[in-house]
């Protein structure tokens, strides 16, 4: 897939329109969530991911954009141990939650820091208010007579409560694809997780949706970590504070949102924003 045509310099003005500007700190001003150092993985023989060294800011949302194939999801599949579930797979290198080793987790303990949603909604065949509970329910995190407050908690989080509130037990699949996707978000952050990872959560909305889920992960800044992939260069530059840009399995560059698409370093990256190739 090609990247849109992206004017540099007209980040202002697409932030602006959506948000207001904010004034913009170095990354390593910020605590880290993720540190990466010397990070490789391999599908078989197939090298994905080159010597990746990047620190990813704590409470901050943080876009990995570049050419499909180029590492992006592989890397936020790394950050709550999915890449695991893929056989034959190996990685080297660390990885840091905070202060301690991701690798030493349970995978299970993990994902209940780290959350995902995916690209496409994957609602359980259940109602509304049990896909909420479902994690909090398997890892018994509260007793039955607080879930209703943090279903109901979840939902205003994720922007659906309005939506939803009166049918609360009719079948998930019974919303449209974007109140699914959000529905989705809910069922993360039910679990209070430290991290929210989105792997190209708005590909398969309406430009509606879309714009839902832009406003919304621009709200949930400061309650937890986000990083997005997207292939959307104008989503990436509304909504993020700090950009990676990934080409062939190597992080070319890591900067503020503002300066990689108003000042990028390198020509590669800008060549990528500009729609000369990807």
């Known amino acids: 897939m090609a990247a849109a045509a992206f004017k540099l310099g007209d980040f202002g003005k697409v932030r602006e329109e959506r948000f207001g500007d904010e004034q913009q700190l170095s990354v390593v001003q ?6 990466v150092s010397d990070l490789n993985f391999y599908y078989g023989a197939f090298q994905a991911l080159h010597n990746l060294n990047m620190n990813v800011p704590q409470d ?8 499909s194939g180029c590492g ?20 080297e290198g660390k990885v840091l939650l905070g202060d301690q080793d991701l690798f030493s987790f349970h995978p299970t303990v993990l994902r209940q820091r780290v959350g995902m949603v995916f690209q ?7 109602s509304i208010f049990d896909n909420v509970a479902y994690g909090v329910r398997i890892n018994r ?17 994720a922007a659906l409560w309005e939506e939803v509130k009166d049918k609360l037990h009719v079948s998930a699949l ?7 996707q959000r529905l989705c978000i809910a069922r993360s952050l039910a679990v209070e997780p430290e991290v929210l990872l989105l792997d190209e959560p708005c590909s398969a909305l309406d430009p509606l949706a879309t714009s839902k889920i832009e406003d919304l992960i621009f709200e949930l800044k400061g309650l937890c970590t986000i ?4 292939h959307n260069m104008l989503q990436a530059a509304r909504v993020a504070d700090y950009v990676g840009f990934f080409l062939n399995g190597k992080l070319v560059e890591f900067e503020g949102a503002r300066k990689m698409f108003m000042n990028p370093t390198n ?9 000369r190739f990807g």
């Open 72 to 91: 992006k999801s592989t890397f936020l599949r790394i950050l709550n141990r999915m890449s695991e579930t893929v056989p034959n797979t190996r990685v």
């Open 227 to 230: 990083v997005i992939v997207t």
């Open 60 to 67: 901050k949302v943080t876009a990995l954009i570049g050419p």
């Open 141 to 157: 995190m509260l007793p039955a007579s607080q879930m209703k407050d943090r279903v109901e908690q979840s939902l205003r989080r």
């Open 267 to 275: 020509k590669q990256t800008e060549d990528y924003l500009t729609g």
């Open 30 to 35: 910020h605590t880290p969530q993720f540190t």
């Open 120 to 126: 496409r909604p994957n609602p359980f065949p259940k």
């Open 174 to 180: 019974s919303l449209s694809g974007g109140q699914q």
